[in-house]
């Protein structure tokens, strides 16, 4: 049983930084193709990232090309998601998911059929 532990949201002014973390335990990081999703208030989810499980692979929401980066750590088992320059529009609830991988280079950009789920982590940036 794959279990994401996502943290690391907050409040942080436009212009800032934040590093989201998945944890991941009952599989390695290394065996699971990750992405982070976005859900914002009233919205439906959006795909924002998502790294592969050899970790060469990643890709990325337009809306994030730039300014977000996505890592993971095979010795902490976690998968990271720095953003930068965020703004007022990127307030959303973050989420963590993954699928067990196809391919050493499967990505994940859909949520349709992911089956682990992180609880979320909200980040909110004033303007």
């Known amino acids: 049983q794959v279990q994401l532990v996502d943290s690391g949201g907050g409040l942080v002014q436009a212009g800032g930084s934040l590093r989201l973390s998945c944890a991941a335990s009952?599989?390695?990081?290394?065996?699971?193709?990750m992405a982070w999703f976005s859900q914002a208030p009233g919205k439906e989810r959006e795909f924002v990232a998502s790294?592969?499980?050899?970790?060469?692979?990643?890709t990325y929401a337009d809306s994030v090309k730039g300014r977000g980066t996505s890592s993971r750590s095979n010795a902490k088992n976690t998968v990271y998601l720095q953003m930068n320059d965020l703004q007022p529009v990127d307030t959303a609830d973050y989420y963590c998911a993954a699928l067990d991988a196809v391919t050493a280079h499967t990505l994940v950009v859909e949520d349709s059929g992911v089956p682990y789920w992180g609880q979320g982590t909200h980040v909110t940036v004033s303007s």
């Open positions: 009952g599989r390695t990081v290394s065996s699971l193709s």
């Open positions: 790294i592969s499980p050899s970790g060469s692979t990643t």
